[in-house]
């Protein structure tokens, strides 16, 4: 059974009205669209003022995105976690936690500890398909390192290319 791709609205501004006025003004034929989301994102960052965040943050955004303290990094050490959203969704409210960090945060680092994670719900795939996405990541992957300042000898996030035992499993 596969899982129905979530459409996309006919009007993005419904969602950024949630930003300002709440959830509650989203039409339910909108919010069961977030039972179709598959992605997540974990933004983790240092030197967070958590205080100054949460005075800058707009009412709602905590519908979108949770914070918490990240024990793997230091200096105030946090990670903003979104909801599963649909790739829709993400650049609205990836803007706006960006755009509230920046504000409340001036001095907020992305150390070498700190990363930003992608989680992919693939549960629904079969193999074949699951074959064919980490061909695709795989191409994509050296980019990915290409941009990442230098992360590519981390041993937080080795590159699979570097691992072919894992990948001859495939």
Known sequence: HKAERAPMPVNLDVYEKAF???????PEEHLRLYKLSNIGIEIELERFDVENYALHRPPNLNVFWVGDADGSSRENGYEL??????DWQIPITLTKVLATVAKACPNVWASPRAGVH?????????????????????????????????????????????????????
């Open 81 to 86: 976690i979104s909801i599963p959203l649909t």
């Open 20 to 26: 300002t006025t709440g959830v509650n003004d989203i």
């Open 118 to 170: 992608i989680h992919v719900n693939l549960l629904d795939m079969n193999s074949a398909e699951f074959r064919q996405m980490l061909a695709l990541y795989l191409t994509m992957e050296p980019l990915f390192f290409a941009v990442s300042g230098g992360r590519e000898n981390s041993i937080f996030c080795v590159p699979l290319y570097n691992s072919t035992a894992d990948i001859q499993k495939f």
